[in-house]
């Protein structure tokens, strides 16, 4: 398992069907939230109105690349 830290650029390679269509797409690490199986929040996956007011997507550490 890759270990991320806040702020690294990573590329989603997988996604649950929560999440599909983001593939392929480039976001910044936000957060990390050890409470909740260490889902990884990341930002700038959807555009900045809709991550407002939706939140920023979250995935598993195998669903994620280092850019």
């Known amino acids: 398992m890759a270990g991320y ?3 690294d650029r990573v590329t989603v390679i997988a ?3 929560e999440n599909a269509g983001t ?3 480039t976001g910044t690490v936000y ?3 050890p409470g909740t199986g260490g889902l990884i929040a990341v930002k700038g996956i959807d555009g900045r109105v ?3 007011i939706k939140g920023y997507r979250a995935y598993t550490a195998d669903q994620l690349r280092k850019a």
Do not use: Q, Y
């Open 50 to 52: 809709s991550e407002a």
């Open 23 to 25: 593939e392929g797409k």
């Open 15 to 17: 996604a649950d069907p």
């Open 31 to 33: 957060s990390i939230e």
């Open 5 to 7: 830290r806040v702020g």
